[in-house]
């Protein structure tokens, strides 16, 4: 079992930065891969970034590509998503997720592990 706990959320400007963490607890993170999916009010949840098990492969939506930067640190079971010129649009709940395999997947069904969210606010 994997247990997901997001942090790194908040109110920021347009134009500005912001870096998510997900810590993991469990044994098997490290040989997941691991997604970033959002979900802002009235929408579905929505891909957002996605990394491989080893962290080689990563993969992004066009919307946030050029601007968002996944990555993981399989020592500190953490997964971050660095977030930079940041728009109105990005304004949204954020969640972790982690696959049930190693590599990238950009589908929710791809994975059975979820954070409960954390809400980013980018004010224009």
């Known amino acids: 079992q994997v247990q997901l706990v997001e942090s790194g959320g908040g109110l920021v400007q347009a134009g500005g930065s912001l870096r998510l963490s997900c810590a993991a607890s469990g044994r098997t993170f490290s040989s997941r891969g691991m997604g970033w999916f959002r979900q802002a009010p009235g929408k579905e949840r929505e891909f957002v970034a996605t990394?491989?098990?080893?962290?080689?492969?990563?993969a992004y939506a066009d919307s946030v590509k050029g601007r968002f930067a996944i990555s993981r640190d399989n020592a500190k079971n953490t997964v971050y998503l660095q977030m930079n010129s940041l728009k109105p649009e990005d304004t949204a709940v954020y969640y972790c997720a982690a696959a049930t395999s190693g590599g990238t997947y950009a589908y929710t069904g791809s994975y059975d592990y979820w954070g409960r969210g954390t809400q980013v606010t980018v004010s224009s």
């Open positions: 990394i491989s098990w080893t962290g080689g492969s990563t």
